[in-house]
């Protein structure tokens, strides 16, 4: 029966085993191993041929620790185009500066900690005098720009040039790889403008990266997607496509603990964006519902072995 | 011993009983049931002080069938502020002009769905040519408005004032209810706006919104948040708190599905937001992990029957 | 086309509603609304035909609150048969002896707790005492069986006749409803057995109850089954079909908050049910993925509003 | 300030990486990064101290590819009590009788592959007639015992003994790893015993397990359990303790996607076990949330690289 061409191959753990070949033991096995076996698979496939790669990057990434894993791919041309959300590069810029993150707990006294002036990020704890000192940088880099009419990733790009190049925002600037972040209002770096723009003058466009953007897709051969997470950066390069005469990304890969059920976009799977025609009919997709801090580490693990191997 | 103060009481459902009533027999069960019960006396308590009341709505609420819910809510006053997504703002204004949201299935071709032209949200259908239809109407008037420099409320209220009243956008405009989206490049309305901008000029700023949107929250005596889903909504209306001398939210309810434990701002809990004074110490914060389109109806129908009736 | 027969129509939510006028709305609302609505047909239809009614009981209902609907539920003829927890029967003899449950909170010093000698089930509190008075009140009982051969189904049954009506067991004995709990070791009850038995003879066979189990899934005409949570209950509910020659159950609802995704049976679509025969390929079938505390109170209030007022 | 001691180190992922050198960068990461790498820290020394190790394993491990992981764990020494679901047991006995599970697809037509024979478990499939052969030598099974009465890990263990040492079951008759299975009437394996005493005798006792149970956790000097899900198997294993002089267990990790917010004890946390007993007041615990079939073959990597290295 066609349905019964692959059979389960039980996993056999060894000692020493490197994150490729955890991958290929999880490959004949099913559930969240076998997408994620799946997804390495896509990743090889796609940074192998000639794609245009798109990285999404929702959810508090970077103060997980997954800073320079994005960085490095960044750096190693594993990211043509990075969107993420103004939270992930506030605290790269944080860090950057010389702030740090900490390790806190789950199940703290909020109350205690808002005394004690320390921001928890569910088990990372920020203590309110980094986030001072990144707001005070900030506004000083603002005046600095002395620029007036710019997009956000034209201002992304600004900040970025000003950095250490150790960080997201300093090697994208560093390697010419646009950041996009279109609810940027919506984090410290919007509240930051805010409080600049009382006494200066700054014009970041809304809608003038819609150009950028959507030219870098018209030009693209072939295109894909790592989406960690959901939100705005997952929506905002899948709705590229609606628009491109592509039909579709080719490769598309998510790792989210979202769920479909609830009907919004964070959740939903990738065949829903088959649909719309966001991800092609002939697309490789797949979605790993596991914690991406998790998953995202092992991919890229398994596929630079794969890839700096062979 | 201080801790066993509340026993639990065992609910009892009978023919005929209201949301009302049905909320009176969860206000002293646990789980769900006894937090559902809590947010309808915390949104009670909410409305019947003079509270500035905001609303962040993000996940697909428009096409799951929300969207007069919402535009009642602004219509009758329990709204001041309207934080949402471009998703729903475009499903609003599809479904004003004259188109249709259908219910479909959750597991369905979708490649087919795609050669038919019909686009899916979860168990929701939408034909492609309603959101054509849509897009035409919204070039046209961009086209019209011939104005040049706005911020993102600005140009929502102004299309606003051209549709109809029975719609989310439509009562904003005629009750003056500010509708913020952040994230508008996000969202078929960023997706024309570049299309209107290949030829004529339109100047969206970016950060313009924060002023108004900061003065709303210095002039208000008491604060109170009601979020549907996390996302940029959510975390827009939380972040102004941590700028303004107000020790943040007095009220805040929030109905989800999303979980804590990855980390992102969607699942944060309201405890997390007290320690960055987002929700204030001695605030009144209940978090309901369920389905909001169930949930939703629910703590609108109670609490309508509340202070309608007292 | 065929797939755009059904708009979405868009709830309105007033003052005074009953359960039954708010599953009207949902009745063509999508996502979570749409699918409760769904469940209130199904079970309407289920109840009014000639069928044989399972009910899967799991999670810590009884703690919740949810212990004297489904006592209503058992006692008007809605429950032909009951399959649950071990935990839940617990919690219900520990109510019908006297003992309460008390509101507490889900963040808990739990090693204060502890030395207070307070049992946490997330939010619900349960003092140690009231635990060990069932625990002296279920030994007594044991001693008072003197039977030595029993199923689990005859067990709970002497259990109930000794109990007041009041309760799950109690209203069950009364109305000679069958509980069946496979896992009853798993439970309190389970370890008063252990205790009872280093003394005394008492011999409760494991596969005894299937005979019964079978001969009224054999005898059954229409079959319907409503499972709260997955667990066990699901499961012993659904393998029986796969030996009945019924071809699977006629009706099915699942109020739950598991997800498919991890391929547990627990959170199994029903579905995936089909494919194995044990709900039937024409079967009325849904699942809603919310908090069953809300639900199923609603589910109830609405199905009871249509069979009590046509 | 005290909270403040340990910064979040930012992961590097490197080519050819090992699972321990993985969770080596994971152990100044957070969220499930962070929570993985405590797993291990905790696994380590639970296993290179004298501890007592219980293994929990629900939810559907045999058919996604983690049988000879757990069957190589009980082996090496890894495991001395395995508590599992009836199906976990029933998919070993499938495989070792020379049947085989398939890769599949999630989203598939469950009426057709009704029809074709074919049983899904989200992405597997398992032909019928695997599961037909497992029955028929499981009923010649039966007969061939000609043993009335037995408790059910002894039943296990008749059927341990008689397939080969390469499956769970085998493995752990040679190595007299007793198999507890609390709801083994609720499994394919209760199906035969019900087919099997219609004409034969078999009386398997419900409660006779507890006293073997409950002497191996009195002489255990110290206690270890490992949860994959939760279900009967993490229930009856921490149940245990409540009646156990230890004050609760010493080492405690758990695998799992469940959640606390719906109250139910497969998500619990693993400090609220520490308000009834079940686990230690001074233990080291850890829930990481993300799929086990990814989540498992890591901690085991992990582990065994630390302990066989050094």
């Known amino acids: 029966m066609s349905e019964l061409r692959r059979p389960i191959k039980q996993m056999r753990i060894k000692?020493?085993?490197?994150?490729?070949?955890?991958?290929?033991?999880?490959?004949?096995?099913?559930?969240?191993a076998g997408r994620l076996a799946e997804a390495v698979d896509i990743y090889e496939e796609m940074l192998r041929n000639d794609t245009t790669k798109f990285f999404g990057l929702a959810g508090a990434m970077v103060p997980a620790g997954m800073r320079l894993i994005?960085?490095?791919?960044?750096?190693?041309?594993?990211?043509?185009?990075?969107?993420?959300t103004g939270a992930n590069l506030v605290h790269d810029l944080i860090e950057v500066w010389g702030g740090y993150h900490y390790r806190g707990t789950s199940c703290a006294d909020d109350i205690e900690l808002h005394h004690q002036q320390i921001n928890r990020i569910f088990d990372v704890f920020?203590?309110?005098?980094?986030?001072?000192?990144?707001?005070?940088?900030?506004?000083?880099?603002?005046v600095e720009l002395n620029k007036k009419d710019m997009s956000i990733r034209e201002l992304l790009m600004e900040i970025g040039r000003r950095v250490d190049a150790d960080s997201i925002m300093g090697v994208a600037a560093r390697k010419d790889v646009p950041?996009?972040?279109?609810?940027?209002?919506?984090?410290?770096?919007?509240?930051?403008a805010w409080l600049h723009t009382?006494?200066?003058?700054?014009?970041?466009?809304?809608?003038?990266?819609?150009?950028?953007?959507?030219d870098i897709c018209y030009k693209a051969k072939k295109t894909g997607a790592v989406f960690i997470g959901g939100g705005v950066p997952k929506n905002f390069i899948l709705q590229s496509m609606i628009v491109t005469p592509k039909g579709g990304f080719d490769y598309a890969i998510q790792l989210t603990m979202d769920r479909p059920e609830t009907g919004g976009l964070s959740g939903a799977t990738l065949d829903e964006a088959k649909s719309w025609g966001k991800v092609g009919a002939g697309?490789?997709?797949?979605?790993?519902?596991?914690?991406?801090?998790?998953?995202?580490?092992?991919l890229v693990a398994a596929v630079r072995e794969r890839l700096e191997r062979k």
């Open 15 to 32: 000692d020493g085993m490197t994150a490729g070949e955890l991958i290929e033991e999880m490959s004949d096995a099913a559930f969240g």
């Open 126 to 142: 920020l203590p309110e005098d980094h986030f001072t000192a990144f707001e005070k940088k900030l506004l000083d880099l603002f």
């Open 283 to 298: 697309a490789r997709a797949v979605t790993v519902y596991a914690d991406a801090t998790i998953t995202l580490p092992i």
């Open 70 to 84: 994005v960085k490095d791919l960044i750096e190693d041309g594993y990211i043509d185009v990075l969107v993420t």
């Open 179 to 192: 950041i996009f972040c279109p609810a940027i209002a919506d984090s410290a770096i919007g509240l930051q």
């Open 198 to 214: 009382q006494t200066q003058k700054l014009n970041v466009d809304t809608f003038k990266d819609m150009h950028e953007f959507m």
